[in-house]
């Protein structure tokens, strides 16, 4: 099993900006969900010990009902998350 250069160079910064993402949720107390992450990218999760940290869902809408439920059992207490903003 071989990736070209272009590949793995893909691979890696798509693992950056997926670590600048999960940065930017907890810091907006934001929910992350990702969903239909290609089998590639969660083989790199998984080797870079990632994938424990990401919450991730097999579609769209199964990651949206997870945001969702995350949000309605957050304290009353606490702040409650807030959608994540782009450029924050």
Not at 27 to 32: D, I, K, N, P, S
């Amino acid at each position: 099993m071989t990736e070209d250069h272009g590949s793995t160079e893909r691979f890696t910064v798509s693992i950056a900006v997926l670590v600048l993402l999960l940065q930017q949720s907890r810091r907006q107390q934001a929910g992350l969900v990702l969903a239909q992450v290609p089998a590639p990218l969660e083989r790199i999760l998984s080797i870079t010990s990632l994938r424990t940290t990401f919450q991730i869902a097999p579609s769209l809408e199964q990651a949206i009902q997870t945001v969702t439920v995350t949000r309605a059992v957050t304290p009353a207490s606490g702040p409650s998350p807030k959608p994540l903003e782009a450029g924050g």
